[in-house]
């Protein structure tokens, strides 16, 4: 059976397991935890949701309000109604999608 390599802590001098996390003399960290793949794609997919539903939401109100520039009375009134629900459904599929994206992330955070 091969043993483990044997290094100094830099904290408190002690012989430590170079496997080890942290020193078990001082409680020293030695090395930090890394996120796995299944991390990473989770970090990768929650700032990518969050750009994508910023750049759609921002995006498709300037694109409403100038094509609302030309209608009148009603069509205008509507326009606006029905840009605004739109808008509020997009952010409430943001938020949601943010959170659950959130949660992922912390859950598959490096112990």
């Not at 700032?47 to 205008?76: H, R, S, Y």
């Amino acid at each position: 059976m091969a043993t483990a390599t044997m290094i100094e802590c830099p904290t408190c001098n002690q012989k430590v397991s170079t496997s080890a996390q942290s020193c078990p003399s001082c409680g020293a960290v030695l090395r930090k935890p890394k996120r796995g793949l299944f991390g990473k794609l989770i970090i990768f997919a929650f700032w990518g949701f969050n750009i994508l539903m910023a750049v759609w939401i921002f995006g498709g109100a300037q694109n409403a309000a100038q094509q609302a520039e030309g209608l009148t009375g009603a069509e205008a009134a509507g326009a606006a109604i029905g840009t605004g629900i739109g808008i509020a459904m997009l952010v409430a599929i943001w938020i949601v999608g943010a959170i659950i994206l959130g949660i992922m992330a912390m859950l598959t955070r490096p112990k």
